[in-house]
DNA sequence: TAATATAGTATGTTTTGCCTAACAATGCAA
DNA sequence: TTGCATTGTTAGGCAAAACATACTATATTA
């Protein structure tokens, strides 16, 4: 039992949930017309899906007042934006796509893949970062990098 | 103009052409029931599928009889199919998960990634396979690789 | 304070993809 | 060749996620 799982959030709850997040960063509250714009969504459905993260006790809402995280919401929220990022990272920095390309599949491909995938891209963004060189294959380096940074 | 493209599929019709060219290739004719099962879907549900699949051109289909691709279909299925094996291969024996695990990742994360990421990532695994050491930087390495090799 | 602009909500519809249950076709076996 | 099991289709529904339109609440400001 390693952690205790938020019942899964569907893709677009995923979507609403990282909007939130960015949003409460960049301006300390999150408004239902900005996320409507931040996701090219209309208020009307800004609406219920707050109300379904709500529910879930992900944020707290009130009709007419900011929507901010709940504690659960922003552990919940770190973990999407996390993938996001190392995503991104892969596809820009190991890959060599460009920007704009890198963040729209990583928007695409985050909610497709759970944790222990991640965790390992991010280990291997690390090593493919950190190394440089060496006399053995790759597989054999990424593996002993595993064992030893694990 | 490098390729007409076929009017994107959804997720859930990849799938189904995948399932078709992938039972094709192993019976010889590809049923129904067969696709359901694969699948694990309703036998309604593949009715509906095919008779979306044949309305897009990419499939033979009539009632009662056994399903196959038109050229069409077969070039199209040809590129979710490389699509998935790249994946696969990437997350098996770059990453180093677990066939199981990178079977599944690869199944839902294929329908994110368009052609040119899935391209550089072939690539990638082809130079990561390839290249045993050497003096530089991986991003410098690959880069160079994908200039000489692409 | 009343008018108006802005923000939020309710309602009803659409699309997609799946389901179950009932019905139709096919084909094998007695 | 009749009869039953298997396979395929149809019909009817449900749920998620989005939309547009119309209505309500709040806030601003004249």
Request: hydrophobic residues 40%; proline residues 1%.
């Amino acid at each position: 039992m390693t952690q205790i799982k938020t019942q899964k959030l569907s893709a677009s709850l995923e979507d609403y949930l990282e909007a939130i997040f960015n949003l409460a960063a960049k301006n300390a509250v999150a408004r239902s017309k900005d996320i409507a714009d931040q996701l090219a969504v209309s208020r009307a459905s800004v609406t219920g899906a707050l109300r379904a993260l709500s529910k879930k006790g992900l944020i707290h809402y009130k009709p007419y007042d900011v929507v901010s995280l709940t504690e659960k919401g922003r552990v919940e929220a770190g973990r999407i934006i996390r993938r996001h990022t190392v995503l991104e990272s892969f596809f820009k920095d190991i890959l060599g796509l460009n920007p704009q390309l890198a963040r729209e599949s990583a928007c695409r491909a985050e909610h497709a893949l759970g944790q222990r995938v991640v965790g390992r891209l991010m280990k291997y963004i690390e090593f493919a970062t950190i190394q440089t060189s060496a006399g053995n294959s790759r597989a054999s380096e990424f593996a002993h990098f595993c064992k030893t940074q694990g």
